[in-house]
C-alpha cells in the first residue's frame, strides 16, 4: 500500500520524494528532484518543478505551476491559478535557466487566488496576499497586501483574521485569542 495518492491521470517523474499522507489529483506533473512534505494536497492540473520543495501540509489548488527555485515552507496555502515566476527578464530565443531566482514563502503564508509572485520577492511568516495581487517585492510576517502592484494594508493573524491595534500597539485575533505586538513595523506574537 502507498503511503500517498496519485490520481491515475497525474505523471509523477522518478527521482521525487513524496510524503505520507499527499494527496496529487487529476492531471498534475510532479518532476524529478522535487520534494513534497507530508499531507500535502496538491489541487487538478498543478505542474511541481525540478527542485521545488514544499514543506508540510501545503495547500495547493488548482490551475497553480511551481517553477524551480520556489521553496514553500509548512503550512502555506497557494491559491486557486496563482503565479510563481523565476526569471526577471524571459525571452523566448533566450536561454536563462542559469538565472532563476529564489522565492522562499514562509511558515504559514497565503498567497490568494490569481496572485503573481515575481520571482525572488520573499513571503514572510503568515503574510496575507490578496486575490490578484501583484507582489514585487518582499512581504513582511504578518502582512496583508493587495493590489497591483501590492501594497501592505494591514496586518494578519495566524488563523487569518485582519489585526486591529490598539494604543498600546496591541492586537487580539478575534477568533485565536492570540495577541500580537506591533513595534517598529513588525508584528510579533506575544500570547
Not at 1 to 30: L, Q, R, T
Not at 120 to 145: C, D, H, M, Q, R
Not at 147 to 154: C, L, S, V
Given at each position: 500500500?502507498?503511503?500517498?495518492?496519485?490520481?491515475?491521470?497525474?505523471?509523477?517523474?522518478?527521482?521525487?520524494?513524496?510524503?505520507?499522507?499527499?494527496?496529487?489529483?487529476?492531471?498534475?506533473?510532479?518532476?524529478?528532484?522535487?520534494?513534497?512534505?507530508?499531507?500535502?494536497?496538491?489541487?487538478?492540473?498543478?505542474?511541481?518543478?525540478?527542485?521545488?520543495?514544499?514543506?508540510?501540509?501545503?495547500?495547493?489548488?488548482?490551475?497553480?505551476?511551481?517553477?524551480?527555485?520556489?521553496?514553500?515552507?509548512?503550512?502555506?496555502f497557494l491559491g486557486p491559478s496563482m503565479v510563481f515566476t523565476n526569471v526577471i527578464n524571459p525571452r523566448s530565443a533566450v536561454s536563462r535557466k542559469e538565472e532563476f531566482k529564489k522565492t522562499i514563502v514562509k511558515k504559514g503564508a497565503s498567497i490568494g487566488?490569481?496572485?503573481?509572485?515575481?520571482?525572488?520577492?520573499?513571503?514572510?511568516?503568515?503574510?496575507?496576499?490578496?486575490?490578484?495581487?501583484?507582489?514585487?517585492?518582499?512581504?513582511?510576517?504578518?502582512?496583508?497586501?493587495?493590489?497591483?502592484?501590492?501594497?501592505?494594508?494591514?496586518?494578519?493573524?495566524?488563523?487569518?483574521?485582519?489585526?486591529?491595534?490598539?494604543?498600546?500597539?496591541?492586537?487580539?485575533?478575534?477568533?485565536?485569542?492570540?495577541?500580537?505586538?506591533?513595534?517598529?513595523?513588525?508584528?510579533?506574537?506575544?500570547?
Amino acid at each position: 500500500m502507498e503511503k500517498y495518492f496519485i490520481h491515475p491521470s497525474s505523471f509523477v517523474d522518478e527521482g521525487c520524494e513524496i510524503g505520507a499522507g499527499v494527496k496529487v489529483w487529476h492531471f498534475c506533473h510532479i518532476m524529478k528532484g522535487c520534494i513534497i512534505g507530508e499531507n500535502c494536497n496538491i489541487g487538478q492540473n498543478v505542474v511541481i518543478s525540478p527542485k521545488v520543495i514544499l514543506g508540510k501540509n501545503v495547500r495547493v489548488q488548482n490551475n497553480v505551476s511551481i517553477y524551480e527555485g520556489v521553496i514553500c515552507e509548512d503550512d502555506v496555502f497557494l491559491g486557486p491559478s496563482m503565479v510563481f515566476t523565476n526569471v526577471i527578464n524571459p525571452r523566448s530565443a533566450v536561454s536563462r535557466k542559469e538565472e532563476f531566482k529564489k522565492t522562499i514563502v514562509k511558515k504559514g503564508a497565503s498567497i490568494g487566488a490569481n496572485a503573481t509572485i515575481v520571482c525572488g520577492n520573499n513571503i514572510g511568516e503568515y503574510a496575507f496576499i490578496g486575490a490578484g495581487a501583484v507582489v514585487t517585492k518582499e512581504v513582511l510576517p504578518y502582512s496583508l497586501v493587495v493590489g497591483n502592484p501590492a501594497r501592505h494594508t494591514g496586518w494578519m493573524s495566524e488563523h487569518g483574521m485582519k489585526l486591529s491595534f490598539d494604543k498600546n500597539n496591541i492586537a487580539v485575533c478575534p477568533e485565536s485569542n492570540q495577541e500580537y505586538l506591533l513595534e517598529n513595523n513588525r508584528i510579533k506574537r506575544i500570547k
